[in-house]
């Protein structure tokens, strides 16, 4: 039991720190260049949600650190078949990217306009960045895994 609680805190820590790092990742283009990828990361307006819970910036925060906190746990879990958590991480995540076409296509606010060849290939290369990551931190927690 204790092992467990411990797992679950440990994908709650890396999940957020991979969460917060693709975050970082997607801020620095959409400061320096205008590129709306961390706006566009966060964005949930397609949601029948009321828009105090929208445009809340903290709760899409959030909402991305859950799913990254998922995403890790899934990872983590499916190593224990399938002992490969980079290939299961980057596929993962390649297939999450090319969620960039439907999602662009729900936004109601459109964070770029066309052509989205340039941002896709930045929101393709964070996704595999963040893939890297991902695996890197389970990987850490299977080598944590073995030692006990």
């Known amino acids: 039991m204790i092992g467990n609680n411990i797992r679950i805190i440990s994908w709650i820590l890396f999940g957020s720190l991979a969460g917060i790092l693709l975050a970082c990742f997607f801020y620095v283009p959409e400061v320096l260049f205008g590129l709306n990828l961390y706006t566009f990361l966060l964005n949930i307006d397609f949601l029948p949600l009321p828009d105090s819970i929208i445009y809340n910036e903290p709760f899409q925060f959030v909402l991305h650190i859950i799913i990254a906190i998922i995403l890790i746990a899934f990872v983590d879990l499916f190593c ?15 297939i999450m990217s090319f969620t960039f076409f439907p999602l662009y296509h729900l936004a109601v606010e459109k964070p770029f306009s066309a052509p989205v060849t340039l941002p896709f290939i930045i929101w393709l290369l964070g996704h595999i960045l963040f893939a890297i990551i991902i695996a890197y931190f389970v990987t850490l927690l299977n080598k944590k895994r ?3």
């Open 80 to 94: 224990r078949i399938y002992s490969h958590p980079y290939q299961i991480s980057l596929i993962i995540n390649v």
């Open 146 to 148: 073995s030692t006990d």
